[in-house]
C-alpha cells in the first residue's frame, strides 16, 4: 500500500506561482511511476507531470511545458510541482498519484491516489 498526501495548493493571480508538495509513505518502491495530475470541474482528468520512481526522464504535458518543474526529494520521500507563470486555465484540483500506468501522462495503471489539492489562479 502507498499513502500520498499533497499540500501546497491555494489562490494566485496570474503569472504567480506555487508550489505543490506530494508526501509519500507506505510501499512506494512498488510503484513504477509517480505523476501529478489535475482536474478542473466539467472536465477529464489530465496528467501534467511524471516520473519514473527513483529518477530517470521526466514527462510533461504540452500544457505545461516550461511553466512547471517536478522534483523528487528522496530522503523526505516527497514527490514536488514547482508551477510558475499560472495562468487562471491552470486552476484545478491537482492529485498526486503512484503506479504502473501504461501511458505515464494517463491515469490508467495509477492505483494510488492522494486527496488532491485546489489551486485556484485569477485573472
Known amino acids: 500500500q502507498v499513502q500520498l498526501v499533497e499540500s501546497g495548493g491555494g489562490s494566485v493571480q496570474a503569472g504567480g506561482s506555487l508550489r505543490l508538495s506530494c508526501a509519500a509513505s507506505?510501499?512506494?518502491?512498488?510503484?513504477?511511476?509517480m505523476a501529478w495530475f489535475r482536474q478542473a470541474p466539467g472536465k477529464a482528468r489530465e496528467g501534467v507531470a511524471a516520473v519514473k520512481t527513483g529518477g530517470g526522464d521526466i514527462y510533461y504535458s504540452d500544457s505545461v511545458k516550461g511553466r512547471f518543474t517536478l522534483s523528487q526529494d528522496y530522503a523526505k520521500n516527497t514527490l514536488y510541482l514547482q508551477m510558475n507563470s499560472l495562468k487562471p486555465e491552470d486552476t484545478a484540483m491537482y492529485y498526486c498519484a503512484a503506479g504502473y500506468p501504461v501511458r505515464v501522462l494517463s491515469s490508467s495503471g495509477y492505483d494510488y491516489w492522494g486527496q488532491g489539492t485546489q489551486v485556484t489562479v485569477s485573472s
Open positions: 507506505g510501499h512506494t518502491y512498488s510503484s513504477d511511476y
